[in-house]
């Protein structure tokens, strides 16, 4: 057993011979990453001054000569397939060598700058359906070029699929492609070549693959772009192995309802578990794909007319056979050819010779006609030239019937299941619109319809059951609402008699309903304000009333008999203060989002972004709060709640039975501490 050191990991020889890192020619830059297969570098050729990128061979620490004899065969066979295609959406392959004092094989490729499929989707970054078609599209043209050539990928993925600016993409690593066109396979049947998550049923099952296998894989990857998750998941090998073969995916609109319906019919088509009713070539699932960009409804058919069999499906029966037809031999040198003698065809053994006749008996030769005019300028006999006239024109019609028995008949379209997707799509959208705008009862009436023509989608019966809640907790809003109206309306009537007393309670409870009415608010201050007034005017009176009234007296006996009498002023009761309480909450910010509120038992006496936004930019910034608001004197709870989505903050602090006196002012300064997300409170 044979290994090999990295050139990157060995570096130069101990002589110092080597000073720059080398793999053959190529000049090593550094390392990109590492396969399947091996380690991967950037490289510089120094011929022609261009970058490319030096995929290794890396066999198995373990594996015996014969496994890495197999292992560089096939690394060599993945040049070779690569190396034959030269398409805008397959990767090039320049050359391929083996670096003599490692002994180690590489392939330089043409370096592509850009993200793989992988990368994006697992950074979650957004990627519209539009933008999804046109790559797997790409891709689709690049995959029909590969089979044209004889070669199937039998690897497709998004890790393989590259992704460059202006949406444009390239596929990579045909380092298990076949080339069916004579060269021997170097895997044995049943064995695993692929991406489990990705394989086409025959490839699991180790029957023979061709083209249609890549476009199931690449199904895969349109079905992933456009849902974000695959369509047949599974714990184990075994278990998404056998969803593959055996079980249906979910469709694309129990996962996004918002999916255009044309996708449906080309994921539908691409994972076909038998290859004959899938697309049979890469150039049909690209076509179909562009017709769903078009906005039309691409045409599903698994009939044989429609299968154009390409080099990937044709057997050994479709290759003709040749003759080979030997020249003649040149004669000999010095061969001499016999003159042709003479064949006597008369049949008759017996034959009289005529005798000679005498010059003088014969008659002279007249000389020829002189040689008329050209064919062309001949004149025709009229019913000549009818004939020949009437054997064309049924040659002619013969060969228009034979070409209309040909003729491809195209499916006629249903223009009512047209007119029927339409309208579906059409009140779809106006829904989707109408959620955006807040306009539930509308979106309501709109999915409604929808249900009517597609009675059995369970995602319009599931979003008709979230509108059916939200509409049903908006019916008990606006009745808390309504509620709270009649109790200010019966207080405000109080109010106006002077039944200030009787009227506080009413403006309470409507302000407890809709703390947001300012109107409540200001009857109620108002209210308990004209009853504090009312009480101290009944009060003074009463005081008026005492002092008018003779003032008791106090008898000190100083000696007996005559008792001595000293008068003492009666002191007045102190006044309570009077009015409502109020609080001041002080919030210091540093951050640029989030909000705090601030309760009083029933009473919201706070309610205040942290940050302001700018009207024209829309640039948020940090925001000092300093609010004060009043609110009938009690004895309650008070409870804070500090929110701030970008520091995933949440804080709720209670402050149990705090004293708000009438006529007194209250301080809660709150302090955030953003790199230890720690909230302070004082109060007093």
Known sequence: MTAHASPIESGADAGGERNQVKLGRYEIVRELGKGAMGIVYLAKDPLIG?????????????????DIREFQARFVREAQA?????????????DIGQDEPSGMSFIAMEYVEGQNLKEMLAQGRPLSFEQAADIIAQIAEGLDFAHAKGIVHRDVKPANIILLEGNRAKITDFGIA??????????????????????APEQIKGTPVDGRSDIFSLGICLYECLTHRKPFGGDSLTSISYKIVHEPFPPLHDINPTIPEGFGVVVTQCLEKDPSKRYQRGKDMANALRAVLRGERPVRS????????????????????????????????????????????????????????????????????????????????????IAIAGVLLAALVVLMIVMSAKKVSVPAVDKVAEAKVAKERSLRNEGNRLIRDGRVNDAYAQYEQLLKLAPRSPAILGLMQKLSQIRQHDEAGRQVLTTAQQKFDEGLAL??????????????????????SDPTAQYLKLAQQEDQRVKSERAAERGARTSTQPRPTQTVASTPGHPVTTTHPVQPAP??????????????????????????????????????????????????????????????????????????????????????????????????????????????
């Open 50 to 66: 261009r970058l490319v990128a030096l995929k290794t061979i890396r066999p198995s620490a373990h594996a015996d000569d014969e």
């Open 82 to 94: 690569a190396g034959i295609l030269n398409h805008p959406s397959i990767v090039t392959v320049h």
């Open 178 to 199: 076949k080339i069916t066109s004579g060269v021997a396979n170097l895997t044995t049947t049943g064995q695993f070549l692929g991406t489990p998550n990705y394989m």
């Open 302 to 385: 698994s009939e044989p007319m429609f299968a154009d069999a390409t080099v990937l499906t044709r057997g050994d029966h479709d290759k003709l056979p040749t003759m080979e037809i030997p020249f003649p031999e040149a004669d000999a040198p010095g061969k001499t050819q016999e003159s042709p003698q003479p064949v006597d065809t008369n049949s008759s053994p017996a034959v009289t010779r005529q005798p000679a006749v005498p010059s003088s008996a014969v008659k002279p030769v007249k000389p020829p006609k002189p040689a008329g005019p050209p064919i062309w300028k001949q004149r025709i006999d009229p019913i000549l030239f």
């Open 495 to 516: 109010y106006n008699q002077k039944k200030f007393a009787e009227a506080i309670p009413l403006f309470e409870e409507s302000f407890h309903l809709n703390p947001s």
């Open 575 to 684: 006044q309570t203060p009077s009015g409502p309480a109020s609080l001041t909450t002080v919030f210091n910010s540093t951050v640029a989002d989030g909000y705090i509120v601030v309760r009083a038992g029933a009473d919201e006496v706070a309610r205040e972004n942290l940050y302001t936004e700018s009207r024209f930019f829309h640039k948020r910034s940090p925001r000092q709060v300093n609010v004060t608001k009043e609110f009938p004197a009690k004895n309650a709870d008070l409870e804070v709640w500090v929110v701030i989505p970008s520091l995933s903050v949440n804080e709720h602090r209670k402050l149990t039975a705090q004293n708000f006196e009438p006529g007194v002012n209250r301080r809660l300064v709150v302090t955030f501490d953003p790199k230890s997300k720690k909230v302070d409170y004082q109060f007093n």
